[in-house]
């Protein structure tokens, strides 16, 4: 089980950006994905996620109405729509999966499988 995070970059104030999270060894439908966030010394924190069968969501507040997390069973992929985005979101995004129960945390504790993280920056 493998998932890789891809997207991230610099974007200003107030742009948006698209994170994909791909998975390879596994079809993803039936796994529930979360979507974490690591600020420098700063702790991981849940952002947003996506249960495995009903499509029940779950977001952090300081991020909802901005992001929105959706899933595409025919590109194996979970994605992370991020707008309206702020400097304080600056961050290495994570996702991570777990075989899904339909049900979705935001704990890091609740994911088996992690990817390698990638940096979104938002600065002027």
């Known amino acids: 089980v493998q998932v890789v995070e891809s997207g991230g970059g610099l974007v200003q104030p107030g742009g948006s950006l698209r994170l994909s999270c791909t998975a390879s060894?596994?079809?993803?439908?039936?796994?529930?994905i979360g979507w974490f966030r690591q600020a420098p010394g700063k702790e991981r924190e849940g952002v947003s996620c996506?249960?495995?069968?009903?499509?029940?969501?779950n977001y952090v507040d300081s991020v909802k109405g901005r992001f929105t997390v959706s899933r595409d069973n025919a590109k194996n992929t979970v994605t992370l729509q991020m707008n309206s985005l702020k400097p304080e979101d600056t961050a290495v995004y994570y996702c991570?999966?777990?075989?899904?129960?339909?049900?979705?945390?935001?704990?890091?504790?609740?994911?088996?499988?992690w990817g390698q993280g990638t940096q979104v920056t938002v600065s002027s």
């Open positions: 991570a999966t777990v075989l899904g129960n339909n049900w979705c945390g935001l704990h890091a504790h609740d994911y088996d499988y």
């Open positions: 060894g596994f079809t993803m439908d039936a796994y529930a």
């Open positions: 996506l249960s495995n069968s009903d499509g029940r969501t």
